[in-house]
């Protein structure tokens, strides 16, 4: 059992969805495979990732549009700033049900029918080409592999798109040559996704190398020229992490980059994770801070204030992770 979580936190963490039950047997309980296997093979026809399935489109879209809802009015009240992005098209249903676990063989056939379907709001351009903006793009690529759709020319697109310090920036495209927090780690995930599936190629390695770099250059948190924390949204953890950068995000991408590459946590990461830590509650939970305003199919994680499920899972994984490179024998809290 996980050294961060007690068997009365267990029991409620198994008390939930199966996209994120089969998480918790896998990572925090260590459970053999053929247990979580099976837990997450119920996605398709149960909870979230069953419902989110029977809202796609014939045409192989949600919601009719690529990254917004079909008629989705830019000028409109919905689009006002505060309001939201809504989160129920096709680029954010795919990636719901691929961060869930989904097995792709269970979308058979959407490839092909959003290539003939989905065109970007963006100059109407095809989907699986992807767009200007690099979050987008990192989504595209993400789910491209999923898929089995040859996407290697997004994946080039973010080496002849990175800034020269070594980050990425959705901004590029009105002037922007300093990266942003968000969109590296975003970029990042999408180059991890490409690299996990095809073993990615030595540009495409190198970039994400540098991407990463120049995070922890900034330790996940910190502004490069004072020194001080970025801002407040670094620590303000939120599920589902959207497009949204927090530290808690971050901390789960370089997890996953160094159990795929059979490596230690970076010592850089340090005072992110004690950042993480320091959220943990007494009961060894962590609490939702938001949900990001804006339109959903349904909710997938409790109101703000409360104990979430899912950041307990990512928040005790990343303790743990940490926890046992230090040779650290926490206890529970």
Same mark, same amino acid.
């Given at each position: 059992?996980?050294?961060?979580?007690? @068997?009365?936190?267990?029991?409620?963490?198994?008390?939930?969805?199966?996209?994120?039950?089969?998480?918790?047997? @896998?990572?925090?309980?260590?459970?053999?495979?053929?247990?979580?296997?099976?837990?997450?093979? !119920?996605?398709?026809?149960?909870?979230?990732?069953?419902?989110?399935?029977?809202?796609?489109? =014939?045409?192989?879209?949600?919601?009719?549009?690529?990254?917004?809802?079909? /008629?989705?009015?830019?000028? /409109?009240?919905?689009?006002?700033?505060?309001?939201?992005? =809504?989160?129920?098209?096709?680029?954010?249903?795919?990636? #719901?049900?691929?961060?869930?676990?989904?097995?792709?063989?269970?979308?058979?056939?959407?490839?092909? !029918?959003?290539?003939?379907?989905?065109?970007?709001?963006?100059?109407?351009?095809?989907?699986?080409?992807?767009?200007?903006?690099?979050?987008?793009?990192?989504?595209?690529?993400?789910?491209?592999?999923?898929? &089995?759709?040859?996407?290697?020319?997004?994946?080039?697109?973010?080496?002849?798109?990175?800034?020269?310090?070594?980050?990425?920036?959705?901004?590029?495209?009105?002037?922007?040559?300093?990266?942003?927090?968000?969109?590296?780690?975003?970029?990042?995930?999408?180059?991890?996704?490409?690299? *996990?599936?095809?073993?990615?190629?030595?540009?495409?390695? *190198?970039?994400?190398?540098? &991407?990463?770099?120049?995070?922890?250059?900034?330790?996940?948190?910190?502004?490069? #020229?004072? &020194?001080?924390?970025?801002?407040?949204?670094?620590? @303000?953890?939120?599920? =589902?992490?959207?497009?949204?950068?927090?530290?808690?995000?971050?901390?789960?991408?370089?997890?996953?980059?160094?159990?795929?590459?059979?490596?230690?946590?970076?010592?850089?990461?340090?005072?992110?994770?004690?950042?993480?830590?320091? $959220? @943990?509650?007494?009961? /060894?939970?962590?609490?939702?801070?938001?949900?990001?305003?804006?339109?959903?199919?349904?909710?997938?994680?409790? =109101?703000?204030?409360?104990? #979430?499920?899912?950041?307990?899972?990512?928040?005790?994984? $990343?303790?743990?992770?940490?926890?046992?490179?230090?040779?650290?024998?926490?206890?529970?809290?």
């Amino acid at each position: 059992m996980t050294r961060h979580v007690d @068997r009365a936190l267990v029991h409620w963490l198994l008390e939930s969805d199966p996209a994120l039950r089969w998480q918790v047997e @896998r990572d925090l309980l260590g459970v053999p495979e053929e247990v979580w296997a099976a837990t997450r093979a !119920r996605i398709a026809t149960e909870g979230f990732g069953a419902r989110l399935l029977a809202l796609q489109d =014939p045409d192989g879209q949600w919601a009719g549009g690529a990254f917004f809802p079909a /008629g989705f009015d830019f000028e /409109g009240p919905e689009a006002a700033a505060g309001a939201g992005q =809504p989160w129920t098209a096709t680029t954010w249903s795919l990636n #719901s049900l691929r961060e869930w676990g989904l097995d792709a063989s269970v979308l058979t056939g959407t490839a092909e !029918r959003l290539a003939a379907n989905s065109r970007w709001e963006y100059d109407d351009v095809p989907y699986w080409g992807g767009e200007v903006d690099c979050c987008i793009n990192a989504w595209t690529l993400a789910n491209g592999v999923w898929l &089995g759709v040859d996407v290697e020319g997004l994946a080039a697109w973010f080496v002849e798109h990175q800034l020269p310090d070594g980050g990425w920036n959705c901004e590029w495209v009105n002037g922007s040559t300093r990266s942003s927090f968000h969109s590296t780690l975003n970029s990042l995930k999408g180059l991890l996704a490409h690299e *996990a599936a095809t073993g990615g190629t030595d540009e495409t390695r *190198a970039a994400r190398r540098a &991407g990463e770099e120049d995070l922890l250059e900034r330790r996940l948190m910190y502004r490069r #020229s004072s &020194g001080e924390v970025v801002a407040p949204w670094v620590t @303000r953890f939120a599920y =589902p992490f959207r497009s949204f950068y927090s530290v808690l995000n971050a901390a789960d991408h370089f997890r996953t980059a160094s159990s795929l590459a059979g490596t230690a946590p970076d010592p850089r990461l340090a005072d992110a994770i004690e950042t993480i830590r320091a $959220a @943990r509650q007494p009961d /060894g939970t962590w609490l939702q801070a938001r949900r990001h305003p804006g339109r959903v199919w349904f909710e997938v994680d409790v =109101p703000a204030g409360e104990p #979430s499920k899912w950041l307990t899972l990512f928040g005790t994984r $990343a303790l743990d992770w940490w926890d046992a490179a230090q040779g650290t024998a926490a206890a529970p809290p």
